[in-house]
T-cell receptor, first 112, second 112 residues
Framework: GENVEQHPSTLSVQEGDSAVIKCTYS??????FPWYKQELGKRPQLIID???NVGEKKDQRIAVTLNKTAKHFSLHITETQPEDSAVYFC???????????WGAGTKLIIKP | DAGVIQSPRHEVTEMGQEVTLRCKPI?????LFWYRQTMMRGLELLIY????????DSGMPEDRFSAKMPNASFSTLKIQPSEPRDSAVYFC??????????FGPGTRLTVL
């Protein structure tokens, strides 16, 4: 069935450094790829998304890249700050429905 | 808009009891999703509705789980009888014209 794999499961970086989280998807019909951030005890919230007709999208310190041929997409966070500490989820869906297939999540730890 | 509303926020019950979780989606959103989140299994889609009609309930773990959406502004997830392994955070999310799923604050369920 459809599957999204996410790596690493835990990522620890020094404050100010960059962080990269990677996901691969199995269904070539997928065309929408969001990233959600979940702080401890809170709900998941969308931070950035990308559609299959775009290769890269940026929003201040965060960016997402998509390689349709390889079926993988990545989240890049630059100049990391303590408030970036959270669990990040990638997901994928296709035009035929709005059901998201979720990655397992990455716990990002920002070391002071 | 108040966002997605869930009640109760916390529920503690004893094994064998019936549990009912409630969700009010964002007005105008025609998709509603029920998720379960645990440390072991991550974020799992249980069931989702489109225009109050269940579209995919393949994620519902057992017959003990049931969900209804009697109208566009209300949905319930019922567990009867509850078991300790049902302990988790249950999220409801709604989606409108764009792909973004808006999550409610979640219900933390503890079954003793």
């Amino acid at each position: 069935g459809e599957n999204v794999e996410q790596h690493p499961s835990t990522l620890s970086v020094q404050e100010g450094d960059s962080a990269v989280i990677k996901c691969t998807y199995s269904d070539s019909a997928s065309n929408y790829f969001p990233w959600y951030k979940q702080e401890l005890g809170k709900r998941p919230q969308l931070i950035i998304d990308i559609r299959s007709n775009v290769g890269e999208k940026k929003d201040q310190r965060i960016a997402v890249t998509l390689n349709k041929t390889a079926k993988h997409f990545s989240l890049h966070i630059t100049e990391t700050q303590p408030e970036d500490s959270a669990v990040y989820f990638c997901a994928a869906s296709k035009r035929s429905n709005y059901q998201l297939i979720w990655g397992a999540g990455t716990k990002l730890i920002i070391k002071p | 808009d108040a966002g997605v509303i869930q009640s109760p926020r916390h529920e503690v019950t004893e094994m064998g009891q019936e549990v009912t979780l409630r969700c009010k989606p964002i007005s105008g959103h025609d998709y509603l999703f029920w998720y379960r989140q645990t440390m072991m299994r991550g974020l799992e889609l249980l069931i989702y509705f489109n225009n109050n009609v269940p579209i995919d309930d393949s994620g519902m773990p057992e017959d003990r789980f049931s969900a209804k959406m009697p109208n566009a502004s209300f949905s319930t997830l019922k567990i009867q009888p509850s078991e300790p392994r049902d302990s988790a955070v249950y999220f409801c999310a709604s989606l409108g014209g764009y792909n973004e799923q808006f999550f409610g604050p979640g219900t933390r369920l503890t079954v003793l």
